[in-house]
């Protein structure tokens, strides 16, 4: 226990703002470092293999980000859940937590990796994926949907490392796992001659790395958050608990992602410099959009775990704190990358054409990423007070159903990329303002009534 609480963090003592900005710092650099070893891959693909299997993996990005986001919004119940009852004291309650999210992790992976290898075709198909990297796409995709359980089994066991404070370990976890990605793609495309089918395979096992790293901490766990392989069961309350949180979670980021698929399609109409410029692109906007996750993810657990200790005027703090803090982050880390948006596109392939159409995305993209930010860190702090279907709601309409609106109603009357793109900061800006309305009208309840706010929540 004690080698392990130098990891943790206790979120309800102490200042906010220092503790929050220790707890995100390695939640950012666990993104930021697998935007960087993502971005290597292509790189490492696009240097040393062709501009049109670098245009392959662009064009799996979106449906592989769809299964992938559905693992993780599934393990944001068990992060919530998991906060909460850690908040509460109910020991017996996070013990259950812990042996229901490994067993969803194990099976839920299985499930989501037959179907996205069943699916993966007809997705591409129906993108429009031109036909000289259809076949390269789908190689890809097998051998990335191959590591699917392992994915889900380390989001979920870092999800329960960091409803306790711990962002540290998941952390060090994917920095070796990185470390051996890159290699490995260096192995396979470098000096094995290997296209997409090697760059696959070193994701795959770098994924399976991760997953073994994280399961041996919670095995050798000696608190609550112990795993006892014999004990790997569903409990029905708290399997409820979590799907509670997790379902509308993986729904949202399912519906975002679908709209991303749509706006994917109607980029593959441009050409194959097109993909090329915009893979490339959000390689690199990928490195603000896990930001804004990081942040997310910081505030769920915060105010889950002020929220289960009864903690409501730290609860109002963790969320404004929060929301400013991603808010600012989105913008700073914007409009740098959009500053070097030549230079990072040129990494990548130093065609002037990949460049132009590269650009042409940051512009409309990374310059008013911060709405996106708020956005996302908004959502959090609903999930935490345990107001799941709220955020998901706002998101599906707001966002998604207006993207994909956008593409068959508007885009088509001006057919350039400023207009397709567009669509991004709209659907940000509303999406923020209802539900920072509906978020300010559940914390006024907090103060005029607490009873009645515990009972508007979904936790048991």
Known sequence: MASAGKYEIDMCKGPLLGKMLIFVFPLFCTYALQTLFNAADMVIIGRYGS???????????????????????????TNVVMAYHLGARNDLKSRQCVHTAMAMALYGGLVLMIGAILTTRPILVMMNTPDDILKASCTYMWIYFLGMPALAVFNFGCAILRAKGDAKRPMYFLLWAGVINVLLNILFVVFCRMSVEGVALATTISNALAAILVLRVLLLSRDVCHLDLRRLRMNWDVSRAILIVGIPAAINSTFFNLANIVIQSAINTFGTFAIAGCAACVSIESIVTLSSMAFQQMVMPFTAQNFGAKLYPRVVRCC??????????????GWILCGFG?????????DPQVIRWGMCRMRM??????????????????????????PTVCTMIGACFLRIAWVFLVFPFWKDMNTLFLCYPVSWFLVSLFTGILLYVYLRKIFRDELQMSRLTMFP
């Open 320 to 333: 404004v704190l929060g929301i400013a803090l991603s808010g600012g982050a989105g913008l700073l880390l």
């Open 365 to 390: 993209v990374l310059l008013p990423f911060f709405l996106g930010a708020i956005m996302d860190a908004i959502c959090g702090c609903l999930r935490g007070i345990g107001h799941p279907i709220v």
């Open 51 to 77: 501009s049109e299997a670098l245009a392959a993996i662009g064009a799996t990005l979106n449906p592989i980000t769809l299964f992938l986001k559905l693992a993780i919004g599934l393990s944001t119940g």
């Open 342 to 350: 030549e230079q990072a596109l040129g990494l990548f392939n130093s």
